[in-house]
């Protein structure tokens, strides 16, 4: 093998942004400094106390007393098959509820467990009609409802008391994705009956991507001890996972020491603004943002009942060219926003205001600079964006 000259190499710097997209995030600097904090042993007294805080600090922000609630070491993608490989076998009846890519997906889980999936659909960029769901759960003998609570691909943000109340009538689990919902808007477990719930840490949290926080409750604790076969991944098995983040830390895998000292930051930060307020703000950023891309006579995808305030999803105007657009946005500007997926693939862009890029600044800042590429485009630009979003800030700062 030819030896490599490491001179070669640069520092890595990939300059500044303004992360706009459906995530990643912008990560504070007291997050990114927890995180280069010493390493120590994953069984070190010091890192069981970091663990049990990191803990206390999730079950505020799921809003839960849930015994397991626990970083599970991997991406939201991983909380995902962690809640699925572990309450659901081989012959199980599995409600999806599906009006996005993050839908698909869940379905796709359920197929290769070898459960029986029923799935019910609704129009990308529409909620679930609750109606739906009861009529497919009254049909079947179901042991788990699942549902995206904040749909990523299409910026729907789905209630969940009706459906978390149907699952209950039919005896089954109501299994939750909040990976684009959790500490921008509320989710409140223990009071909506939620079984089982996972997230991501790269999203509203603003922490880097790596970690997916997961909560258990009773009902699904019990129907994992009751499986008739073992969790088909070993390393995800709750069964096993619980032993060391409980009392018995009884070693399963080495932790990610350094991310999870980010994500207890991440948390302490979300503690330290309070949790309505940080609502408040994702919502105040939201509605500027609605207003000036209105104004400037751009469409949002989604009804307004029905929007998620953390990630935006905004029709391309006739004229403009997708992927120009954001490169423009990023060489020119270093703000990131997202295309659409699957079937809004060049229909709709997508812009999260999520964590720490739900400013008022990073609204302004997007908003001139979509403007500029726009124009430059020759897109016809109704009205003053800016004006329109700062009209709500100005109103905000009044009340």
Known sequence: ????????????????????????????????????????????????????????????????????????????SAGMEAC?????????TVLVAVNGVFGTRMCDIVNRLGAHLVRVDAPWGRAIDAADVEQAARSHDVKLVAVVHAETSTGVLQPLDELAAIARDAGALFLVDTVTSLGGVEVAVDRWGVDAVYSGTQKCLSCPPGLAPVSLGDRALAALDARRSPVVSWYLDMSMVREYWGAERKYHHTAPVNMIYALREALRLVAEEGLRARFARHLLNHRALVAGVEAMGLAMLVPESERLVTLNTIRIPEGAADVATRRALLSRYGIEIGGGLGSLAGAVWRVGIMGASSTERHVLTFLAALETVLREQGVAIAGNGLEAADAVYAAARVD
């Open 84 to 92: 699925f490989v572990n309450l659901v076998e081989p012959g199980d």
């Open 1 to 76: 093998m030819t030896s490599i000259d490491a001179t070669q190499w640069r520092d890595l710097d990939p300059g500044a942004r303004m992360l706009m997209g459906p995530g990643p995030s912008d990560v504070p600097a007291r997050v990114l400094q927890a995180m280069s904090s010493p390493t120590v042993g994953h069984l070190d007294p010091y890192f069981l106390s970091v663990m049990e805080e990191t803990q206390t600090l999730l079950r505020q922000m799921f809003q839960t007393e849930n015994r397991l609630t626990i970083p599970v070491s991997g991406t939201g």
